[in-house]
C-alpha cells in the first residue's frame, strides 16, 4: 500500500476583500466583500515507501496548501488524506512525530537562542537518545557544514545559513517522510550541491520518503525520477520528468526552465 | 507525559538562560521599580498621618502598608500590559501553525515559555529591588515578615500565584489566537487582573463590604494573598485557605485555556508559503 495517498482533496480559502472606488475605503469598513478561492481542486496521488518526488507548479497552484494538508496544520474541506495509514489532522501528534517538514519561507527555530540550543530541545521533543543525537548531529553538521554557526542566535544567521540550519531541525529525529517546500530557497551554489548530495544519500541509506517544492529546475533534475505538476489546484501531470522534456522540448528550447515556462503556458496556467 | 515533562523543562531552562541575558534592562527596572515605589511609601505616609487623624481605621496599619507594596513591586512580573512578546509575533505572523509540526503539547510548551520569563523578571528584578528596599531609611522601605511562620507560608503562596498569573496569562494567550479580534480584548482581560490583584492598592483599604468578594475574586491570589500572609495581615494558620483559593482558580484557568486553545488550535489557518 502506498505510504502516502491523497484523494479528491478540496480546499478553498475565504479572502476579505475591501470594495473598490473613491469610498472603498470607507465601504470597507462596514462590509467585507467575501470571495472564497479555490486553492485545491480535487487533488489525488499517492507515493510509495522511499520515493523522492518532485511537486511542482507556478505561483498560487497550491503546493504549500498540499504540503500543510499533509503535515497536519491544515484541514481540508474534503476528500482522503492518509499518510503512513493515519489521517494528519486527526492524530496530529503521533503524525508528526513521524515527519519532518521545512517551510521554506519561515523559521521553525527559536529565534532568540543559539541553534545549538534549538537542537536539543527538539532532542528532548523527539525524545531522541543522548548517543542517538550526538551521532546524528555531527552526521548533519559536516554534511551541511554549519558546525560554525551552532552558537549563533537564529535571527542572526544569514538565509542561507539558516536554511540549512531548518533543514537540520527537520531530520534530527529520523523522520520517514520528509516535505520540503522550497528548501533551496537562499542557498549558494555550494549548499545546494551538499544538500541535493545529502537528500540522495539519506534515502537511498535510511529510505526516507521525499516531497519536495521548488522552483529550482535543477533541484528536480538531480534528484526526482518522479514530477507532480500541479496547476489550479489540479494535478496536471504525473510522471517522469524526461517524458516532460520529450513532450515539451523543442529545437529552440533546450534549457529545463524554458521546457517548464512551455508547458505551463500549454496548460493555459 | 514523561516526555512532554522533560521537553517543558528543557525549554524553561533554555528560555531562562535566554532571558538572564537582558541584564541592563533588568538594572534599569530595578531603579524604576525602587523610585516609584518609595514614592508611593511616601505618600502613603502622609495620606494616614492625615486620615488617622480624621478618625480613619482601615485594615492595614502604616507599616503593613509599606511593607505590601514592596512585596507587591517584587511579585509585579507577574502582571503585564499583553501577553508574552514572542508568542503574540507568532500568532500574529501565522507561525503559530508551524508550531504544529512539532511534537508537543502547545499549551504546556507556552506556558513554560512564560513562566520562564517572568521567573527571570522576578529574580533579576523583583528580588533585587526588595533585597535594596530594605536600605531605605525612615520606615519607608521593605521590612521582615511578620513573623518566621509569615515567611513559610509566603513561599509557596509566590509559588502558587506564579502558577496563577501563568495560568491566566495563558487563557488570554489562547482566546488571542483569534487574530480576527485584535488587541482589544486582550488589554481588556489584561487589565483586570491589574486592578483586582491589589496591584494598585491593596484589596484591604477599599471598603468594608467589598472584602469578601475582593478575597474569593481570581485575582487576589496574584498579589494579595500573597502579601497578606507575608505582612501577617492574614494569619499563617488561614493559609490552606487562600493557596487553595489560588490553586482552585489557576485550575480553572488552565481548564479554560486548554479548552479554548484546542478548539482555536482547529481552525487556525498557516498563513502564506
Ligand atoms: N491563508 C490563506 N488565505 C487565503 N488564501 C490563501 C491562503 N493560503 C493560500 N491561499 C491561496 O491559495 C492558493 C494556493 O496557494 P499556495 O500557497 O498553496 O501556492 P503555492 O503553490 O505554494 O505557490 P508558490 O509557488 O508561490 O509558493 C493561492 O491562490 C493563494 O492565494
Ligand atoms: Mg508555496
Not at chain 1, 493515519?86 to 503524525?95: A, E, I, N, Y
Not at chain 1, 496547476?231 to 522540448?249: F, H, N
Not at chain 2, 508574552?84 to 509540526?101: F, P
Request: net charge positive.
Amino acid at each position: 500500500m502506498a505510504q502516502i495517498l491523497l484523494d479528491s482533496i478540496d480546499k478553498r480559502f475565504k479572502v476579505y476583500e475591501r470594495p473598490d472606488g473613491k469610498w472603498g475605503l470607507i465601504k470597507g469598513a462596514f462590509m467585507r466583500k467575501v470571495r472564497s478561492v479555490q486553492a485545491l481542486d480535487g487533488i489525488g496521488f499517492q507515493i510509495g515507501e522511499g520515493e523522492l518526488v518532485g511537486y511542482i507548479g507556478p505561483n498560487g497552484a497550491g503546493k504549500s496548501t498540499t504540503v500543510k494538508i499533509m503535515s497536519g496544520i491544515l484541514t481540508p474541506d474534503c476528500g482522503i488524506c492518509e499518510i503512513g495509514g493515519r489521517v494528519p489532522w486527526k492524530d496530529r501528534v503521533k503524525h508528526v512525530s513521524e515527519i519532518g517538514v521545512v517551510f521554506g519561507q519561515r523559521s521553525q527555530l527559536w529565534w532568540d537562542v543559539p541553534v545549538s540550543d534549538s537542537f536539543s530541545l527538539l532532542k528532548d521533543i523527539y525524545d531522541i537518545p543522548e548517543t542517538q543525537y550526538q551521532e546524528r548531529l555531527r552526521e548533519l553538521t559536516n554534511a551541511l557544514n554549519i558546525a560554525e554557526f551552532l552558537k549563533i542566535p537564529a535571527r542572526q544567521l544569514s538565509l542561507g545559513q539558516r536554511m540549512r540550519c531548518e533543514i537540520i531541525a527537520a531530520l534530527l529525529h529520523r523522520p520517514k517522510i520528509l516535505f520540503l517546500d522550497e528548501p533551496t530557497i537562499g542557498l549558494d551554489a555550494v549548499s545546494k550541491l551538499a544538500l541535493r548530495a545529502f537528500l540522495k544519500e539519506e534515502n537511498k541509506r535510511s529510505g526516507v520518503t521525499v516531497l519536495l517544492t521548488t522552483h529550482d529546475m535543477d533541484d528536480i533534475e538531480a534528484l526526482c525520477s518522479r514530477v507532480m505538476v500541479i496547476g489550479r489546484g489540479r494535478l496536471l501531470y504525473d510522471g517522469a520528468l524526461c517524458g516532460l522534456k520529450e513532450r515539451y522540448a523543442a529545437k529552440d528550447r533546450q534549457n529545463i526552465d524554458e521546457i517548464i515556462a512551455a508547458m505551463y503556458e500549454d496548460m493555459a496556467l | 507525559m514523561r516526555k512532554t515533562v522533560r521537553a517543558c523543562l528543557s525549554l524553561f531552562r533554555i528560555s531562562l538562560a535566554e532571558n538572564f541575558q537582558y541584564r541592563t534592562s533588568a538594572l534599569s527596572g530595578v531603579v524604576t521599580n525602587l523610585v516609584w515605589c518609595f514614592i508611593e511609601a511616601a505618600a502613603f505616609g502622609v495620606f494616614f498621618k492625615y486620615a488617622v487623624n480624621a478618625g480613619f481605621s482601615g485594615g492595614l496599619t502604616l507599616a503593613q502598608t509599606i511593607s505590601y507594596l514592596w512585596v507587591r513591586e517584587m511579585l509585579l512580573m507577574l502582571l503585564s500590559y499583553g501577553i508574552n512578546d514572542e508568542l503574540l509575533t507568532k500568532i500574529t505572523n501565522g507561525n503559530v501553525a508551524l508550531e504544529m509540526c512539532r511534537p508537543l503539547d502547545l499549551y504546556w510548551h507556552w506556558f513554560s515559555r512564560i513562566t520562564a520569563g517572568k521567573v527571570a523578571g522576578f529574580l533579576m528584578r523583583g528580588v533585587i529591588c526588595f533585597l535594596i528596599a530594605f536600605l531605605i531609611p525612615g520606615g519607608y522601605g521593605a521590612r521582615l515578615p511578620a513573623s518566621f511562620s509569615s515567611f513559610l507560608v509566603f513561599l509557596p503562596s509566590v509559588f502558587c500565584a506564579f502558577l496563577l498569573g501563568n495560568a491566566y496569562e495563558m487563557l488570554v494567550t489562547a482566546i488571542r489566537t483569534n487574530t480576527t479580534w485584535g488587541d482589544g480584548p486582550m488589554h481588556m482581560m489584561m487589565l483586570l487582573p491589574k486592578v483586582l490583584s491589589g496591584s494598585v492598592l491593596p484589596l484591604q483599604l477599599l471598603p468594608d463590604f467589598l472584602q469578601l468578594v475582593l478575597l474569593l475574586q481570581p485575582f487576589a491570589g496574584i498579589i494579595d494573598i500573597p502579601a497578606r500572609l507575608y505582612i501577617g495581615s492574614m494569619a499563617p494558620s488561614e493559609a490552606w485557605f487562600g493557596m487553595s483559593m489560588q490553586l482552585f482558580w489557576s485550575l480553572t484557568f488552565i481548564i479554560l485555556g486548554k479548552w479554548v486553545m484546542s478548539r482555536r488550535l482547529k481552525s487556525i489557518v498557516a498563513q502564506g508559503g
